[in-house]
């Protein structure tokens, strides 16, 4: 007969693994994850409400209550980033146990942007690449802490987090696109109507244009970061639209 410590032994083990083999309760799943990452990521919306610059950003509940307190105490100390019915894009989403991040062009923080960080990872952290520390001057957008009253749901749909988020942020783009349209140059808004690049658009307006690039490539030519965006047309023909510093210099096509 076994020894009863050995007994012990082997039934401490069956319950560690037991425990290893079962996922935490309420935790995000890895399929689940990718697929917002996925989808979401780079998604442009409409902001509903005025958002401040800083770290913090605002918190939501996922009842739809913003926390009015913080908002306040954020657009008193850090000023206004985002107005009503400005178009932004989300540039990096961040999972935990019972909250959801999600910046906001750039997430009102000083670091590079989001279009310098290409890779996107499911793993440990599961987030946007970290980026290089960038000019200060440069930090724009901000956050939506989305705070779940219990766990964040383990099968998380990008159509459900979407839902969370509508109070804050519109995703329809039937209702935010001619808001876009109308923010921009007149030659730039025909531009757009017409599904065109032009020479000094930046990102932002380029996918308002031709929607996401098929492939993007970034170097760095006489010690300036250049990026290609490349869009595959009919036939053989494709397009390569040439970023400077967030802005269009060169558009080809082949």
Do not use: C, H
């Not at 994850?33 to 605002?58: M, Y």
């Not at 923080?109 to 440990?124: C, L, M, Q, T, Y």
């Not at 839902?163 to 921009?184: A, C, H, I, M, Y």
């Amino acid at each position: 007969m076994l020894s009863l410590s050995i007994m012990i032994q082997r039934s401490a083990i069956a319950v560690l693994l037991a425990t290893l083999a079962v996922p935490a309760f309420g935790q995000i799943n890895r399929d689940a994850r990718f697929e917002i990452l996925r989808t979401v990521l780079a998604e442009q919306a409409s902001a509903r409400i005025v958002l401040p610059f800083g770290n913090d950003g605002i918190e939501l509940s996922d009842t739809g209550q913003v926390n009015q307190e913080k908002l306040q105490k954020s657009m008193k100390e850090d000023g206004a980033s985002i107005q009503i019915e400005q178009v932004v894009t989300v540039t990096e989403i961040t999972f935990d146990d019972d909250k959801i991040d999600v910046e906001l062009d750039n997430g009102g923080k000083n670091k590079k942007s989001f279009w310098d960080r290409i890779e996107v990872g499911v793993g440990a952290g599961d987030r946007t690449v970290s980026p290089d520390r960038d000019d200060p001057s440069k930090a724009k957008g901000s956050k939506i802490v989305l705070r779940f009253a219990k766990k964040v749901p383990p099968d998380l749909t990008p159509d459900q987090l979407k839902q969370f988020l509508n109070p804050v942020l519109d995703f329809d783009k039937r209702n935010f696109l001619k808001t876009g349209l109308e923010s921009l140059p007149p030659e730039y808004q025909e531009a757009v109507k017409a599904k065109e690049a032009r020479i000094g658009m930046d990102r932002a307006t380029v996918l308002m244009a031709m929607g996401r690039p098929d492939k993007r490539i970034r170097e760095k030519v006489d010690g300036v970061d250049r990026e290609d965006w490349i869009y595959n047309q009919r036939g053989l023909r494709v397009q390569f639209v040439t970023f400077e510093q967030d802005v269009v210099v060169r558009i080809r096509q082949f």
